[in-house]
């Protein structure tokens, strides 16, 4: 009897057994990396908030519970977004995952994740209102990508033997998916950043300002207090962006229209071209919470928003401005707050001596005194709607904030910092705001006795103002307290509000250890 010495030929897995599990989920995040690079690439070429990705974040951000929305405010800060974006990628690593190892046998499952996960993608990309008609073009890109590439994936490892050999081969080709998965998404996040905004604030240049803002005098602020002016790289960025849009000054656009006489359309030149104006303007976000940093004061330069709207014709009846960004971001302010001169309103295109940083709303954006950012600073602005508060709403009041937004009388202490070690003299410092009325005095209690506070010059009305006093305190613990009272008299409650809905109140409190 002659044996067959011959080898055996390498087979796929055994009948039965299926894909391995590290094979069934290097074919899901294979096929997952190649579907998000090709709606990425596409987006390049239509926007890239057509992104699936992109489009999914804003979605989800969209539709989070007011309660899930201020927790991730209040717990991670100004990282909220890239928390959301890490949630997000884990979620779809996960359900990656779990549609490899459904997969096992037979590709459907697997298959049926993908086209679930496309058909979010496309729904979040058609909700987008910032998008043209060619947006869904980059969803159609991942689901095709996503869903073919799982079968092909899956059909290669089915094929695939057992040998090392054949292991190294199924991991060339994965490898291969992997890579050009990553060349693709770069070339279309180049692509869409091929719009150069800073080479068009370059172009700007110097903005020449028939008004210039008060000069600061010298007890603008004091040692231990913020700097009276913030400068553009450490102003307070809150928005709704999760990327940041990408509008340049040339292209740039502004309608405004509704319950006007006469509705316009406004470039940059056109605004340029009008007498500008700087003012000295504090802002605040009603995120903030006592003793918050979220709270700035720059020197913005742009135009009387009061001029624009008399222009167009404000029609009687009119109680709400509707403000619009370029990704469709929506602030309504009170039309008799943005049309009183004594305020001033601004449609700004410059912020500290320069062309408004792209963060802070290049093009043009909106700068209301006295009201909170969420119903007035609109950012990357395109759209005026004069209207009414029964007939629009703007994003974030049906998410449970207040529709008019007045930002209250604040104070903070911000020397010493919370638990220092101090000597039995110290300094107390802070700032304290009311804009559009001006603080009066503010006063620092030290374990419940009360001492008043010397106050820098008041550079105006719109801006927040510095104080300062000196104390002696005995040896041991003491807590500090700070309160502000503005010029119509009213005095900062004790009683704590947290930010939802309408800003926080309270006062702000510290401890300390004196020596």
Not at 189 to 213: C, I, K, Y
Not at 230 to 238: A, K, L, P, Q, V
Not at 345 to 350: E, M, N, Q, V
Not at 436 to 465: K, S
Request: net charge neutral; proline share 6%.
């Amino acid at each position: 009897m002659q044996l067959d010495t011959r080898a055996q030929s390498p087979t796929a897995e055994p009948p039965g057994a299926g894909l391995s599990r590290g094979r069934a989920i290097t074919v899901a995040l294979g096929s997952l990396l190649a579907a998000l690079a090709a709606g990425q690439l596409v987006a390049g070429f239509v926007g890239l908030p057509a992104s699936p990705f992109v489009a999914v974040g804003n979605w989800v951000r969209d539709l989070s519970p007011h309660p899930v929305t201020e927790w991730a405010k209040n717990t991670f800060g100004t990282l909220d977004k890239t928390v959301l974006f890490i949630g997000v990628t884990v979620v779809i690593l996960a359900l990656a995952v779990g549609a490899g190892l459904v997969s096992r046998h037979k590709p459907w499952p697997g298959q049926l994740v993908a086209t679930g996960l496309g058909a979010i993608g496309f729904v979040a990309v058609l909700s987008r209102p910032d998008l043209g008609q060619l947006g869904f073009l980059a969803p159609a890109a991942s689901l095709f990508v996503g869903v073919g590439g799982f079968s092909w994936l899956h059909k290669q490892a089915a094929a695939a033997g057992t040998t090392s050999q054949d292991r190294r081969r199924f991991m060339r080709i994965s490898a291969g998916v992997v890579v050009g998965a990553g060349v693709l998404g770069a070339a279309g996040q180049l692509l869409g950043s091929r719009v150069d905004v800073e080479a068009s604030r370059r172009q700007v240049g110097r903005l020449r300002v028939a008004e210039p803002a008060p000069r600061l005098p010298a007890n603008a602020d004091f040692p231990g207090t913020s700097s009276f002016i913030t400068s553009n790289g450490d102003f307070y960025r809150i928005d709704t962006a999760l990327t940041v849009p990408r509008m340049t000054a040339e292209e740039w656009r502004l309608s405004v229209r509704g319950m006007v006489e006469h509705e316009l359309t406004l470039d940059f030149a056109d605004i340029r071209g009008r007498r500008l104006i700087e003012r000295p303007i504090t802002m605040a976000c009603v995120s903030n919470d006592v003793g918050g940093s979220l709270v700035s004061t720059a020197n913005f330069i742009g135009v009387p928003l009061r001029d624009i709207l008399d222009e167009a014709g404000v029609r009687k009846g009119a109680d709400q401005l509707l403000s619009t960004s370029v990704d469709g971001f929506t602030a309504g302010s009170p039309i008799d707050t943005v049309l009183d001169p004594a305020r001033g309103a601004l449609l700004a295109i410059g912020m500290n001596g320069e062309p408004l940083p792209v963060e802070h709303g290049f093009p043009a954006r909106l700068v209301v005194p006295g009201l909170y950012g969420y119903v007035s600073a609109t950012k990357w602005l395109t759209t005026l709607e004069v209207t009414t508060f029964a007939a629009a709403q703007g994003y974030w009041i049906p998410r449970g904030w207040s529709a008019r937004g007045p930002v209250k009388t604040q104070s903070r202490i911000d020397s010493p910092r919370d638990g220092a070690n101090t000597g039995r003299g110290l300094t107390v410092a802070g700032v304290a705001w009311a804009p559009t009325v001006g603080i009066d005095r503010v006063e620092v209690a030290v374990d419940g006795e009360w001492h008043p506070a010397r106050l820098g010059a008041e550079v105006d009305r719109n801006t927040w103002r510095m104080w300062r006093v000196d104390l002696d305190v005995g040896s041991g613990d003491h807590r500090l307290a700070v309160r502000a009272t503005d010029r119509t008299g009213y005095t900062q409650t004790d009683r704590y509000a947290p930010p939802a809905p309408d800003g926080a109140t309270g006062w702000h409190t510290i401890s300390i250890s004196a020596a």
